[in-house]
Each structure stands twice: as structure tokens, then as C-alpha cells.
């Protein structure tokens, strides 16, 4: 029987060893060929010199790679943000964005094709959930956003806040964090990533478990039940007490603090009795450390009516009761850098958008373990 191709980066370096023990080679062959991929960025067997052409093709028999297309790549005039739209091999597409910031270079990256989250303000949610992303499509976001750029410029920092929910790709997010945080690869520090989730409660204990220093980010937007089930479907799978329960918990477990998203949007969530609810909530989460809050004016979506808060009005209430509140730089403003809308403006119109077709969008959540 044929055996089924293996998506080689997507392969530890003791997964990529044991495959090619298997056909015979030796160990030292593997480290050769890990390299070639991870730190020369070679994709293609035949382009690795080192490696005979009879095991070149060997290799091509055993094992696909699966490079970055780049569909579209937009940058911004203002600063120096960049946005790619990466076709994935089954049609799907995804975003990543690549901002300069002054300690480094930080790629936003893309973690499902669609999500099943189905918050009312986001443009991903409106067109469903298509797949998750293997490990090895989501190493290919940094891969693709270092290319052309020199090895002094390549990206040294992470956020998983792309389109989809990382906790929701549990295993291959792993994966990818093992990968991209090997020494034999791009060797890059977990301290310098962060996973943003929508709050699924059992993967926030699991991920506490794992002990790693990675930055765990809570997108709250509300401070309520109400007000966050009406924006945030997935709150009423798992309420604030819950939520942060397991926020408690992941600072107990790791001795990291959970930082907050807090999306500003008019009207809903930015009053001076919002903030006073939101700190009373938030200070006793984790004992002797204040709380951090990351206020993002609400990015308005096309179809959702939601306008921007008063941020820094919200900013100074919050300071004021004792919370840590920074106000986010928006980069990339006239390149849509903001997640999910080029991959939206590519889908185009056809997606579910009725107020009834989303909420079928939502009922995915209850199938979430
Ligand atoms: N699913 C994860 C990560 C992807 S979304 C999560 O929910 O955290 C990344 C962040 O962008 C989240 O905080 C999300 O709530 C926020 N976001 C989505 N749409 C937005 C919009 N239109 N304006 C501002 N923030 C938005």
C-alpha cells in the first residue's frame, strides 16, 4: 500500500530523525535537511545541495513541503507594517501581519481558516469556520513574512491574534510553539510570544499545565455576562466567574499574570460604571500584582454598527481604580491591517451575514468540548 506523503515541516527534529532512520539513512542526514528548511529556508529537495539527487528524490517520495503563496502583500504608507493574504493548497486563505516595533519585529499570525467563536464585532466570524491550520502553516506565516529581509530583520516576536481561536487548535498551536522555539531552528523564546483567546476555559487549565512562558491574553470586551454574552457567544458556554477562575488559576499554576483585550465600542462597553464593574472584577484575580488591560478602540466592521469608544477617557477611569490600562497604537490603518478583513474583501459578500446565519455560526461553539 502507498504510503501517505508526510508534511516534513511540520516534524520536530526527533520526529524528522526517526522518519529518516526509517528510510534507512542515517541520524546526521535529518539534522542536514532540518536545517536546510528551518534555518536556510530551502523548500524545495532539489535545492539542497548537500543531499544526493537519488535521496533528493527519495525524500520527495516520503515527505511534501508546503510553501507560503503569497496571494496579496500590501504595505502600509504610515509605517511600517505589512500585510500578507497566504493561499493555503486546498484554496482557503489567511492573513498575517508583520509590525516594526522598537524592541523587535513581531508577526500576527493566523491560526484556523475561519473560527466558530462567532463575537459580533469581528470580521471573521460573519464567514464561518473552515479549518484549523497545521503546525506547519502557521511556521509558514513567519517563514513567508522573513523572506526578502535580511537575517538582522527576520521576526522576533509572535501574537496569535489572527483569524481564529488558537485554543481551539490546541495540538497543532503546540506543535507550532515547539517548532518555532527549537534550538535546531528558528530558536525564537516563548517570552516573546502571545496567545490571545476568546476564553475556552478547559484549554486555559491545560495551557497552565504546559508551563510555558509564553504571554496568555484574555480577550474580556465586557465585564458583564450580559453585556459580554451579547457580544461574545462563546461567554455563554463559559461566564466571567469562570473565566477568570481559570485566569486565577493559570497565575497560580505559571506565576504569570493573564493580561485583558478590551475592544472600546461606543455606547456598549465604555462607561464609567463599565469601568468600575471591570475593576472590581479584576483585582482580585491575581493577588499582589495589578491587573493589566489592553484598551484597542473597536476596529468598525462593515455590517456589525460598532464605532470606537472613548479609549482614553475609558484608559483614565481604569487608572484610576487601580488597573494597569494601556491604550493599543494602531499600525497599519490604511492597509486594513486589522484582523480578517483582506481575507473577507477576497471571500467577498457571499458569506453568511443575517443575524440568523450567524448564530448558526455560534451553535459551532457547543460542540467545543
Ligand atoms: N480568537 C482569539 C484571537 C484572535 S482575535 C481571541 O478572541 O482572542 C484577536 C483580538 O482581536 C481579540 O482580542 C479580538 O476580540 C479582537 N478583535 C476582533 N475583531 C475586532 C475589531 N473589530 N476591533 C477590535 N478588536 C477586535
Known amino acids: 500500500m502507498e504510503q501517505k506523503k508526510l508534511d516534513i515541516l511540520s516534524l520536530l527534529p526527533e ?14 542526514r535529518a539534522r542536514q535537511i532540518f536545517r536546510q528548511l528551518h534555518v536556510k529556508r530551502v523548500f524545495a529537495f532539489s535545492q539542497m545541495t548537500d543531499l544526493s539527487k537519488q535521496f533528493q528524490e527519495q525524500l520527495n517520495e516520503r515527505f511534501y513541503i508546503n510553501p507560503p503563496k503569497i496571494r496579496q502583500k500590501l504595505d502600509s504608507c504610515v509605517d511600517d507594517t505589512v500585510k500578507y493574504l497566504y493561499g493555503l493548497s486546498d484554496g482557503s486563505c489567511v492573513e498575517t ?11 500576527c499570525i493566523s491560526t484556523q481558516v ?3 467563536m462567532g463575537c459580533k464585532f469581528c470580521a471573521s466570524a460573519p464567514l464561518g469556520f473552515v479549518r484549523n491550520l497545521t503546525p506547519s502553516e502557521m511556521l509558514m506565516q513567519i517563514y513567508g513574512a522573513d523572506a526578502g529581509y535580511p537575517e538582522t530583520e527576520r521576526i522576533s516576536g509572535i501574537v496569535l491574534m489572527g483569524i481564529g481561536e488558537p485554543l481551539d487548535n490546541y495540538e497543532n498551536v503546540m506543535q507550532f510553539l515547539r517548532l518555532i522555539s527549537c534550538k ?3 530558536n525564537l523564546s516563548l517570552r516573546h510570544v502571545t496567545l490571545s483567546t476568546c476564553g475556552l476555559v478547559p484549554q486555559i487549565r491545560r495551557l497552565a499545565e504546559e508551563q510555558l512562558p509564553l504571554t496568555l491574553s ?3 470586551h465586557a465585564a458583564e455576562n450580559s453585556v459580554r454574552s451579547a457580544l461574545m457567544p462563546v461567554n455563554r ?3 466571567l466567574e469562570e473565566l477568570l477562575d481559570a485566569c486565577a488559576y493559570y497565575f497560580r499554576k505559571t506565576g504569570r499574570r493573564v493580561t485583558f483585550e478590551y475592544a472600546v465600542i461606543a455606547g456598549e462597553n465604555d462607561s464609567a460604571e463599565a469601568a468600575n464593574i471591570l475593576s472590581r472584577k479584576l483585582l482580585p484575580v491575581f493577588p499582589g500584582q495589578r491587573p493589566h488591560v489592553n484598551l484597542i478602540p473597536v476596529n468598525p466592521v462593515r455590517g456589525t454598527g460598532f464605532q470606537a469608544g472613548r479609549a482614553a477617557a475609558f484608559q483614565q477611569y481604569l487608572l484610576k481604580e487601580g488597573i494597569n490600562a494601556t491604550v493599543r497604537r494602531t499600525l497599519g490603518d490604511d492597509i486594513r491591517a486589522a484582523c480578517g478583513q483582506l481575507r473577507r474583501d477576497e471571500i467577498g459578500e457571499s458569506s453568511p451575514g443575517t443575524e440568523e446565519e450567524r448564530e448558526s455560526v455560534v451553535s459551532g461553539i457547543e460542540s467545543i468540548p
Open 184 to 186: 535546531e531552528g528558528r
Open 237 to 239: 458556554r463559559y461566564p
Open 97 to 107: 501581519v508583520r509590525m516594526v516595533y522598537h524592541h523587535g519585529i513581531t508577526a
Open 218 to 220: 484574555v480577550s474580556l
Open 15 to 28: 520526529e524528522l530523525e526517526q522518519e529518516i532512520r526509517a528510510m534507512g539513512a542515517p541520524a546526521f
Open 114 to 116: 475561519g473560527c466558530k
